[in-house]
């Protein structure tokens, strides 16, 4: 069965455009929140702890999604959460599962593992931090793999887990030991958080997954 040529074209061009996203996406919350943080700091020295509340990423992913989202995925599920068994199942198991690996860490270490301390990294890494990923990674980046793959689910998946995974190697500085094990926590977290925008049709359920999978570890 032979392709339309214009078919084969437009298909290059969503693939090229995914790889642009993709790409851009890996550094973006880094780069935004850095650069204002810089400028806060030089205007007011006593401010420059806002660059840490991840409110200037959230803004730029924000205007982003504005332009070239898809307004429908946030909308909430059209299914109430009752209906939604696997949705719900597959949330349960991934908090058990992170609150688990999380007390086993906590007993090899000795201590309970905190990731944030100050209070405007608090509010970046439990609300604006949580926002602007999930309109990043399964808002833009994996809509734009749909779109790609024609609506198939799985390959969407896979793409906005691994730009979710590989963009935390440029938001934490950390030894490469420890860039390696974050980065094996990170897909499958990532896995689930795509999974339920696939199955639910929304963002909300992963940001509210994501905020709950923070939670633990910023007090």
Known sequence: MSINPRDREGRYGQ????????????????????????????????LAALGSTAI?????IAL???CF?????LKLP????????????????????????ALALAVAQGHWPTYVHA????????????????????GLVQERARQVWRGSGTPAILISTAAFSLHHLFI????????????LFTLPMGIVFATLRERTGSLWPGVALHVLTNLPFAF
């Open 15 to 46: 693939g090229i455009g995914l790889l642009l996203v993709f790409l851009c996406s890996l550094p973006l919350t880094a780069v935004a929140n850095r650069m204002a943080g810089a400028m806060i700091a030089w205007h007011d020295p006593a």
């Open 56 to 60: 200037p990423s959230c803004l730029v």
């Open 64 to 66: 982003l999604f504005a």
């Open 69 to 73: 989202g898809n307004a429908n995925l």
């Open 78 to 101: 059209a299914k109430p959460w009752n209906s939604h068994t696997q949705v719900l199942r597959l949330s349960i198991g991934w908090m058990a599962a992170w609150l688990a690996g």
């Open 119 to 138: 209070w405007p990294a608090r509010i970046g890494f439990l609300i604006f931090g949580p926002i602007g990923e999930e309109l990043l990674f399964r």
């Open 172 to 183: 934490h500085t950390a030894p490469a030991g420890l860039l390696v094990a974050q980065l």
